[in-house]
């Protein structure tokens, strides 16, 4: 059943249907949460807040966008507002993160070392990600991670595309800063300025 | 176009968002920057490297306790009670995942599988993700890479087997992605202008292009384009745009294995090149240094093959090729193009009605033949009479 068609019945007051949305959409939304925050116990309660929000403003959705467009758009304001929030008191678990529970992070699957690996770096860059600015953040979150298209992220953050552009690229640049300054993903960067410029010295 | 302005816009360039004259300006800029082509290469890269994180599920119970909350229509909390009921919550959130953890573990063993599971991450991340959500519940063995539209069904050449598809680092997956359209536009020739500066817009070229006159005079083109297979689903959702889609046709082929297999037969080949070279040193006589010299030549033209057909995968797979078959619509063409295009019309339309007024003449001869002889015969009747 489409979306819009569960979200008529959850206007005639029919919860099964909503049920049903959540469960469509539920990884979809902890995953921006966690992205955004950066640990398990917020994203839980966001993505949750997001849920209830949802469902009581459910008459304020107009069709404008896609239902999934417009949930993601209280999601990522859900998640703006808490660490807008949080940016008032101490940033405790920002720097939980950060200080790597690489098990936080990604899924501990049994498996080859590799896998292990990837872990840890996903870990790490879940880290950097959340070392930028809640702004930042949701920029490389809804474009990079989550792979919106920039109308959608436009839409999303209620900014000009114009200003998804250029805030996109700054957030990038920082984020890729920060993940240079890693030793762990030199093996993903191979291509750094300066690498570059070595290869064209030698070529010359 | 200077660096400042370009700083604003490589991340809508890099992803190919840009207009196709923002586009050209750009890649002109980066042909004389070195600095912003850097920068461009680095902002790929992190990009890249962020679509490659997984979905993280919402843990087991998510949506039972979200529904429970929607039900009992708690107001949404507000700042001063979070506070107030932080440590109060500290513990039941302990408490909660503590019961999570005794009921989800016997389950997950049961299932064979963990309790929070990632899912695949969305190789290749592109502007249709919302198209792309997994059914809840899905197993570990269903991970798979996704490179296809995801509504193209299964790829060819993907082991779906669950041992196979361990996500990034060392084994990224290798996969060779292919496009063919078939469009129907307004212009092949605007279309196919526009396709090459799409591709040239993301750092990618144009391999071949063509176009001929069809049946009914119908225009015909056909135009190959490879990009960097970063910007793959990008670009053909664009390309999509510029007409109408009669045929689709996505493949993705995974060479991982071969490019594992080659590059495992490679470094053989030069242990044996060091190991002959050893030998070549140690040869006594003329005779041996012969037939070591024999063998290395064989050696070295084989890994000579060998690494062309890596170079060949390599480039296979960094750059996606995309392949558009372009058409009209029939009926009669549009009064589109430039002033020589409706001149050279104009003078085919009026060949046309020349040959149409000698084609009347003709037909109109015998008649006429007639009407003349007629009047001579009626002329003579007149003055034979007196």
């Known amino acids: 059943m489409e979306d819009l068609a569960l979200v008529e019945r959850c206007r005639d007051g029919d919860e099964s249907a909503f049920a049903e949305l959540v469960s469509r959409y539920e990884h979809k939304v902890y995953s921006l949460a966690f992205r955004m925050t950066g640990n398990h116990d917020d994203a839980q309660d966001l993505a949750q807040d997001v849920f209830v929000k949802v469902y009581h403003s459910l008459n304020r959705f107009r069709g404008e966008a896609s239902f999934s467009t417009w949930l993601y758009r209280v999601a990522s304001n859900v998640c703006l507002d808490s660490l807008r929030r949080r940016g008032r008191r101490p940033a405790v678990s920002l720097d939980a993160a950060s200080g790597g529970d690489p098990s936080a992070a990604g899924d501990p699957r049994p498996g080859p070392q590799a896998a292990a690996e990837a872990n840890e770096v996903q870990a790490a860059l879940q880290a950097a990600i959340a070392s930028l600015s809640p702004q930042h953040r949701a920029m490389v979150v809804l474009r990079d991670v989550q792979g919106m298209s920039y109308e959608e992220v436009a839409y999303i953050t209620g900014c000009a595309l114009g200003t998804v552009k250029s805030r996109l690229s700054r957030a990038r640049e920082s984020l890729r800063g920060t993940l240079s300054r890693s030793e762990l993903f030199q093996p993903y960067l191979v291509q750094t300025d300066e690498a570059r410029a070595k290869k064209g010295g030698e070529k010359t | ?386």
Not at chain 2, 306 to 322: C, D, F, K, N, P
């Open chain 2, 1 to 386: 176009m200077n660096c400042t302005d370009a700083k604003a816009l490589l991340s809508a360039y890099v992803d190919g968002w840009l207009s196709a004259k923002e586009a050209a300006a750009m890649a002109a800029h980066l042909l004389g920057c070195q600095e912003c082509a850097a920068a461009a290469a680095a902002l790929r890269q992190t990009a890249a490297l962020c679509r490659d994180l997984p979905e993280v599920k919402a843990p087991r119970g998510f949506r039972e306790s979200a529904m429970a909350r929607v039900r009992g229509k708690r107001p949404a909390v507000s700042p001063l009670a979070w506070f107030a009921a932080s440590p109060a919550r500290t513990l039941t959130a302990i408490a909660a995942v503590v019961v999570l953890a005794f009921a989800a573990v016997p389950a997950a063993l049961l299932m064979g599988g963990t309790m929070m599971k990632a899912a695949a991450p969305p190789v290749e991340g592109g502007v249709d993700a919302p198209r792309n959500f997994l059914p809840s519940g899905l197993s570990s063995k269903d991970s798979g890479y996704s490179i296809a539209a995801p509504d193209q069904g299964p790829e060819p050449g993907r082991a779906a087997t669950g041992a196979d598809s361990y996500p990034l680092a060392g084994h990224e997956r290798k996969v060779i992605k292919t496009a063919a359209l078939q469009l129907e536009v307004a212009s092949v020739e605007d279309a196919s202008k526009r396709i090459a500066f799409l591709a040239e817009g993301v750092l990618g070229y144009v391999e071949s292009s063509s176009s001929w006159a069809g049946d009914k005079g119908v225009r015909n083109g056909a135009v190959r384009v490879r990009v960097p297979s970063d910007e793959f689903t990008s670009v053909l959702e664009r390309v999509k745009e510029l007409g109408k889609v009669k045929r689709e046709d996505v493949q993705g082929q995974d060479v991982t294995k071969q490019v594992i297999d080659h590059e495992a037969s490679l470094r053989n080949l030069k242990r044996q090149e060091e190991r002959y070279l050893d030998i070549l040193k140690q040869a006594k006589d003329v005779e041996e240094v012969m037939r070591v010299e024999q063998e290395l030549a064989r050696i070295r033209h084989t890994i000579e093959v060998t690494e062309g057909t890596l170079r060949y995968l390599q480039g296979a797979v960094a750059y996606s090729t995309i392949s558009i078959e372009l058409r009209q619509p029939e009926g009669p063409p549009p009064l589109l193009g430039g002033f020589w295009d409706k001149l050279v019309r104009a003078l085919a339309a009026g060949v046309g009605f020349a040959e149409a007024i000698i084609f009347a003449a003709a037909k109109a001869l015998p008649t006429l033949v007639l009407v003349v002889l007629g009047w001579f015969v009626y002329r003579r009747w007149r003055r034979a009479r007196p």
